[in-house]
């Protein structure tokens, strides 16, 4: 899983664990297609060996969820607790300019190359929670004093 995923899932993790607020902005209404991170690799492989030089293909899978809807689903795994934290959730000011919807068309890359995922979306959100919890000292990493402060630049105040 990509994209927003370097910030927002570590960060969760990170803070149900520590029992502190999940901040969401807004409503929590902003979407991105979520998309396993090994399957992005494959498609990155299968574009570089198989696509055509020049030609453009969009990685993606239409499964669009709201960032919401995302800090659920990790909570309810039950993977870093018992799935008891939705109280944690907690709504901040959306950033100005902050774009709602992320989506791309990926129908190209499946029907030119053949290119599908191998999991389905909550198969890759517990692989990736694992990944996370099973890698402490890469979680500790990207929640650092450095991502603490883009964390403080973000949400504070909020």
Do not use: C
Request: glycine fraction near 6%.
């Amino acid at each position: 899983i990509l994209s927003v995923l370097e910030k927002l899932i570590p960060l969760f993790i990170n803070n149900i664990r520590h029992r502190k607020p999940l901040p969401v902005y807004g409503k929590g209404e902003n979407v991105r297609d979520w998309l396993f991170v090994e399957d992005h690799a494959r498609a990155i492989d299968l574009i570089f060996y198989k696509g055509t030089i020049t030609e453009t293909y969009n990685i993606g899978v239409f499964n669009e969820w709201k960032n919401v809807d995302i800090i659920k689903v990790v909570i309810n795994t039950g993977i870093v607790s018992e799935g008891k934290d939705l109280d944690l959730i907690t709504y901040v000011t959306d950033r100005l300019g902050h774009d709602a919807r992320y989506a791309i068309d990926s129908t190209k890359l499946q029907k030119e190359l053949g290119w599908e995922p191998s999991l389905q979306f909550e198969e890759g959100i517990e692989k990736t929670v694992r990944w996370y919890l099973e890698n402490q000292e890469w979680l500790d990493n990207a929640t650092s004093d450095d991502y603490q402060k883009y964390y403080d630049t973000m949400y504070s105040g909020r």
